[in-house]
């Protein structure tokens, strides 16, 4: 399965934006598909999954903030991000993970800048 995420770029702090990732595959039978995210020098989290029930699993610096949403007819997935902060400045990953325990797929890294 391949991924190809888009969507990133520079947005003031306040603003918006929205990420999309494609699979090569069908991602309807897919446990989870989500986005993580890389800030420079720190590990990659989580910031946010869907389950193949519509579950959702959020990190607590974005809830309330940060949407996902699962199209498993077009094979795609958004991250819808809104009142942006500076700290949320990074390299954006779409992932999906077929079964509960992988194997792991990720997309190229899409990388998001909130200027203050």
């Known amino acids: 399965v391949q991924l190809q995420a888009s969507g990133g770029g520079l947005v003031p702090a306040g603003g918006s934006l929205r990420l999309s990732c494609a699979a090569s595959g069908r991602i309807s039978s897919f446990n989870t598909v989500g986005w993580y995210r890389q800030a420079p020098g720190k590990q990659r989290e989580l910031v946010i999954g869907i389950t193949r029930d519509g579950s959702t699993n959020y990190a607590d610096s974005v809830k309330g903030r940060f949407t996902i949403s699962r199209d498993n007819v077009k094979n795609t997935w958004d991250l819808q991000m809104n009142s942006l902060e500076p700290k949320d400045t990074a390299v954006y990953y779409c992932?999906?993970?077929?079964?509960?325990?992988?194997?792991?797929?990720w997309g190229q890294g899409t990388l998001v800048t909130v200027s203050s």
């Open positions: 992932h999906a993970r077929p079964f509960i325990l992988g194997p792991n797929y």
